[in-house]
C-alpha cells in the first residue's frame, strides 16, 4: 500500500511534536516534514509531493485558513485548531476533517482514516475495488454514493444535493456541482444545464425541451443541447 506523505503545520511545538507522534503509529502515513507557519509549508508544498496536511489555523502571518485557499489542486487539508467556530469554514474550502485540540489518537486516526479513503478515491471519482462508488462529504462525513441509484444533481450556491432511487432527502454535499461533473463517468451522467446534472439511464421521457426523471421534470438548457443531442442521435433509433 502506497504511503500518504503528510506535513504538520503548527506554530506550537508541543502541537508539532504530538501529532509526529501519531503520525509515526499510524502505518499509512509518513511525515515529510514539520513546519512552524505557513510561509515554510509554503516552500515544503512547492519543493516536494505532499499528499496531506495537518494544519493548524491560527498562526501570526498566513494562518492556515488563508494557506488552504490559496493551494489550488495541492494537497489536501485536516485542520488542527482550538477553535470550533471556524468548523464551517474549513469545510468550505474543501476540508476532509477538523479535528478539535486537544484530541486524541483515536480521534486522529479517524481522519486519518477519512483521509486515506478521500485520496484513494479523489483522482479518478471511485474506488479501484468498486468503479459504481462515489464517496462526497456530507455533514462533516465521507458518505458513499452508490452511482446506479443517481437520478439526477442539482448545484446550488455553496453546495449540491445528489438525489437517489428509493430515498425521499437527498444527500447535501459541500461540494461543487463542476467538481462532482469531473469525477463522475461521463458515459452515465450528462450536465444538461447549469444547475443540474442527470443520470442518462434514469431518463424516462424527453419533451420539448425538457427531461423528465420520474415526477420531475428539468429543462436543457441552449448551451447543453448540441451535446445532448448528439447523445440522443447515438441511442435513437432510425
Known amino acids: 500500500m502506497k504511503k500518504i ?11 508539532l511534536n504530538l501529532i ?9 502515513l509518513e511525515l515529510a516534514g514539520k513546519c512552524s507557519s505557513a510561509y515554510e509549508a509554503l516552500e515544503k508544498i512547492a519543493a516536494e509531493k ?6 493548524d489555523i491560527q498562526m501570526p502571518g498566513l494562518t492556515g485558513m488563508e494557506l488552504s485557499r ?6 489536501k ?15 468550505k474550502v474543501d476540508a476532509i476533517d477538523y479535528l478539535l485540540k486537544p484530541f486524541n489518537y483515536e480521534e486522529f486516526l479517524k481522519s486519518a482514516n477519512k483521509a486515506r479513503e478521500w485520496i484513494s478515491v479523489a483522482s479518478g471519482g471511485s474506488s479501484e475495488t468498486d468503479p459504481n462508488a462515489l464517496f462526497v462529504k456530507s455533514e462533516y462525513k465521507l458518505v458513499k454514493i452508490d452511482l446506479k441509484k443517481v437520478l439526477y444533481i ?5 453546495y449540491a444535493k445528489i438525489f437517489l432511487q428509493d430515498q425521499t432527502r437527498p444527500v447535501m454535499t459541500l461540494m461543487s456541482l463542476k467538481s462532482l ?6 458515459q452515465q451522467f450528462m450536465r444538461i444545464h447549469r444547475s443540474f446534472i442527470v443520470r442518462l439511464d434514469r431518463i424516462d421521457l424527453i419533451e420539448r425541451n ?17 451535446t445532448f443531442q448528439a447523445y440522443l442521435n447515438k441511442k435513437s433509433v432510425k
Open 50 to 55: 505532499i499528499d496531506l496536511l495537518f494544519l
Open 181 to 186: 461533473e469531473e469525477q463522475l463517468p461521463s
Open 70 to 75: 490559496s493551494l489550488k489542486n495541492g494537497p
Open 154 to 158: 442539482e448545484g446550488l450556491k455553496d
Open 210 to 226: 425538457k427531461v423528465v426523471i420520474g415526477q420531475v421534470g428539468i429543462t436543457i438548457a441552449d448551451a447543453y443541447k448540441e
Open 20 to 28: 509526529e507522534g501519531y503520525v509515526e503509529k499510524t502505518p499509512f
Open 5 to 15: 506523505r503528510c506535513l504538520i503545520v503548527d506554530d506550537e511545538p508541543l502541537a
Open 77 to 91: 487539508v485536516v485542520f488542527t485548531t482550538a477553535f470550533e467556530e471556524y468548523a464551517l469554514e474549513g469545510f
